[in-house]
């Protein structure tokens, strides 16, 4: 089956629901911190395809891949660094297996670590590493490249160019984003919703949007503050599941899926087209959104 682009499902007005958290969820499944979470692609393919099959159950539409830290830096602190395809490609056809023919699945590609101002990488080098990542991606089989938790202009517009020159996939971006004193929101970089969104464009992204961040509050914000420069472009909201706190020293997310879910009538007015969630957030979170969502229409 030939399934239509996202941003062409998008047209009609249609609200999709993406997944949840995959860290948390590999977590519990047994990750431990240290560990590579892409090398369960390979070694523990079984727990990998149970995350993705439970966000799919749970209603979503577009489903993530364990490839978050795939690109040859993050692989390389491994001593992974020479199975970035075999990786990569291995995440993408695991959730394509649990997405079937109905659904996309959107292929995540995450911050190197390295940034170009302390003289680590040059932009040059950001756009080979990602070049690299991507083009297994595409042959895994994704519909689309999510560029997501950004913080730096540059990383995410040489991740964009790379997926946008490399492959022929839809291209989704996504930065995180914190309140400063003054109400409003930045990256860690100063960057500001409007001008990532506007940047993610001119680079080729078709989606933008936020994730990550600390929580659901000011995504709404966020969202405005995206369509009043950019009216017409999908917008893509995936939440934390409230500020992580430590009780029996572990870290707890605590916002609750009706907590998450209440907030999506609010989004879809703002001008939201994508709602899913990001760490800490489970299948019951989606169901709860999948549920809000099927109800706003």
Not at 106 to 123: Q, R, Y
Not at 209 to 230: P, S
Not at 263 to 289: S, Y
Request: glycine residues 10%; aromatic residues 6%.
């Amino acid at each position: 089956m030939n399934r239509e682009k996202i941003t062409d499902a998008l047209k009609s007005g249609r609200i999709l629901v993406a997944d949840g958290a995959w860290g948390t969820a590999l977590q519990s499944r047994g990750l431990k911190g240290g560990d590579n979470p892409e090398l369960w692609n390979a070694e523990h393919p079984e727990l990998v395809l149970e995350v993705a099959a439970s966000y799919i159950k749970a209603g979503s539409n577009l489903i993530e891949t364990n490839t978050f830290g795939g690109n040859r830096y993050k692989l390389e602190h491994f001593g992974l660094g020479d199975r970035v395809a075999e990786l990569n490609k291995a995440g993408v056809e695991i959730s394509r297996k649990a997405a079937g023919e109905d659904n996309w699945v959107i292929a995540s590609v995450g911050p190197t670590g390295k940034m170009v101002l302390m003289g680590d990488v040059t932009e040059e080098d950001f756009y080979n590493v990602f070049k690299e990542q991507v083009i297994a991606l595409e042959a895994g089989g994704a519909d689309a490249i999510v560029v997501e938790t950004m913080s730096a202009l540059d990383e995410a517009v040489a991740a964009i160019k790379a997926a946008k020159e490399n492959t022929s996939l839809e291209i989704i971006s996504t930065f995180t984003y914190e309140p400063t004193v003054q109400g409003e929101f930045k990256t860690m970089m100063g960057v500001s919703p409007a001008e990532a969104a506007v940047a993610a464009v001119n680079a080729g992204a078709d989606i933008v949007g936020a994730n990550c961040g600390k929580g659901y509050e000011g995504m709404k914000q966020i969202i405005e503050e995206i369509r009043a420069v950019l009216p017409n472009i999908p917008i893509i909201i995936q939440a934390n599941a409230g500020l992580p706190e430590l009780i029996n020293g572990e870290s707890v997310f605590p916002a609750t899926p009706k907590e998450m879910a209440d907030q999506n009538p609010l989004w879809i007015e703002a001008g939201v087209n994508i709602i899913g969630g990001c760490c800490g957030t489970t299948d019951k979170h989606i169901r709860a959104i999948r549920n809000a969502v099927d109800s706003n229409k």
